[in-house]
């Protein structure tokens, strides 16, 4: 099993309907994020997490909320999808007791709106 | 604020050769930097982690510098094989932001001819 697990694999959704991508792992990792990778534009942060009762925004999160239901589970959400949403989604582990601090990625979702 | 670039955007070599990739980036104040792999559609594999106080990294066929100072680092890559074909990214984690921010580059997509 991977490390870091994202579901689905593929979505196409209709412009307007909410939807959800999830994340989970099995690193033991206390930060997690959600990145969003477009053609040209490379990866940006959309959230990330440090805890469970932590959430922070990151640089593109409008239209779009997350869940840190467990240190092991992390959800984002789309309230209203967009055709100008279609991208790969990825999640992310790091863990700061790690001393070479770096990130876990998971194979990415990838998400058209129609 | 720290902007990533990485050069060149594409490549494209026989197989066999040795070639290197630029990273570079414009505040020197980083944590570490990180080397991944993507592969098309696919998430992004770690493949070097360079701390701040380091020069240099090595795995098999793989070899990452840093020079903070200059605000470079270069991926070697020897003997290169049609496997080595992917997009290539590095990413910088700076030390003087209140948040975990990594920034990635655009990457480099390499492509290894037989």
């Known amino acids: 099993d991977a490390d870091v697990t994202q579901t689905p694999r593929n979505r196409i959704t209709k412009t307007g309907k909410r939807i959800m991508l999830e994340c989970s792992q099995t690193?033991?990792?206390?930060?997690m994020y959600w990145y969003r990778q477009d053609p040209g534009l490379g990866l940006r942060l959309i959230y990330y997490s440090f805890d469970v009762k932590d959430i922070n925004k990151g640089e593109i999160s409008d239209g779009y909320s997350v869940s840190r239901q467990a240190q092991a589970k992390f959800s984002l959400s789309l309230e209203s999808a967009i055709p100008n949403q279609t991208a790969l989604y990825f999640c992310?582990?790091?863990?700061?007791?790690?001393?070479?601090?770096?990130?876990?990625f998971g194979s990415g979702t990838r998400l058209t709106v129609v | 604020k720290q902007e990533v670039t990485q050069i060149p955007a594409a490549l494209s070599v026989p197989e066999g050769e040795n070639l290197v990739l630029n990273c570079s980036f414009t505040d020197s104040a980083i944590y570490n930097l990180q080397w991944f792999r993507q592969d098309p559609g696919k998430g992004l594999t770690s493949l070097l982690l360079?701390?701040?106080?380091?020069r240099e990294q090595t795995s098999g066929r793989l070899n990452a510098s840093l020079d903070k100072s200059s605000g470079r680092s270069t991926l070697y890559i020897a003997a290169s094989q049609p496997g080595d074909s992917a997009t290539y990214l590095c990413?910088?984690?700076?030390?003087?932001?209140?948040?975990?921010?990594?920034?990635f580059g655009p990457g480099t997509s390499l492509s290894v001819i037989p």
């Open positions: 992310a582990t790091s863990d700061t007791g790690q001393p070479n601090y770096g990130y876990t």
């Open positions: 990413a910088v984690r700076g030390e003087k932001t209140s948040y975990d921010k990594v920034i």
């Open positions: 690193k033991g990792h206390d930060r």
């Open positions: 360079i701390q701040s106080s380091q």
